[in-house]
């Protein structure tokens, strides 16, 4: 099993809609939680942070549910410009380091 | 402030060869974190230096190997070049693990070098 697995997508949809990406970790001591945003072919952006009572920003809000140990993001009301790759980072504590391990990611196209 | 930098963009080589590939942090920050992204794969996690020292290090072979100087910047050396080396190489920095000791500080990317084997 990945230690992140996310849906692939992609997911189609039209401008103004509403999407939805999920994301599960399978380690339970998995200590912070990221969404990253990735254009083809650039480099990955920081989204946003994911905290354990959820936080919004702007048109995006993310959520964590650890004894689930699944993190979702929601974007409302698409726009062109979100069409992108979306990653889900966890980062891992062990032996007192960090670790970041990176889903495959979810790919969104919004379109007219 | 100047993000993280990587250089060169693009780099051909053949089967064989060895590449080395160049990476600067945002100033200020000394942890440098190198991942592969191959096509149509998730980001791999290569390597981490914190403050020039090795702390941890991804699932692959030893031909990959890097180091990190006493300005923070750091090189990704890649030996034996194998056609299925071929991908994007992205760095990325933070802080230090000790001014971020609870973890949650996130990791800023430069632009990539795209290794292409032939």
């Known amino acids: 099993r990945k230690e992140v697995e996310q849906d692939p997508g992609p997911f189609n949809v039209p401008e103004g809609a509403t999407v939805a990406f999920n994301c599960t970790y399978s380690?339970?001591?998995?200590?912070?939680f990221f969404w990253y945003r990735q254009d083809c072919r650039k480099e990955p952006k920081l989204l946003m942070s994911v905290y354990s009572s959820g936080n919004e920003d702007g048109r995006f809000t993310a959520q964590l549910n650890r004894a689930s140990q699944y993190i979702s993001l929601l974007i409302r009301d698409s726009k062109l410009s979100d069409s992108a790759t979306y990653l889900c980072?966890?980062?891992?504590?062990?032996?007192?380091?960090?670790?970041?391990?990176f889903g495959a990611g979810t790919r969104l196209a919004v379109h007219p | 402030e100047a993000g993280v930098t990587q250089s060169p963009t693009h780099l051909i080589k053949t089967r064989g060869q060895q590449a080395t590939l160049r990476c600067s942090p945002i100033?200020?920050?000394?942890?440098v974190y190198w991942y592969q992204q191959a096509l149509g794969l998730g980001l791999q996690f290569l390597l981490w230096?914190?403050?020039?020292?090795?702390?941890n290090r991804g699932n692959f072979p030893p031909r990959f190997s890097g180091r990190q100087f006493p300005n923070y910047s750091s090189e990704l050396n890649v030996n034996a070049l194998e056609l299925e080396d071929s991908a994007l190489y992205l760095c990325?920095?933070?802080?230090?693990?000790?001014?971020?000791?609870?973890?949650?500080?996130?990791?800023?990317f430069g632009d990539g070098t795209r290794l292409s084997i032939l």
């Open positions: 990325a920095s933070s802080l230090a693990l000790r001014q971020t000791p609870n973890s949650n500080q996130p990791q800023h």
């Open positions: 380690n339970s001591a998995s200590q912070s």
């Open positions: 980072v966890v980062n891992l504590r062990s032996g007192g380091y960090n670790k970041l391990i």
């Open positions: 100033s200020g920050h000394t942890s």
């Open positions: 230096y914190d403050e020039g020292e090795e702390r």
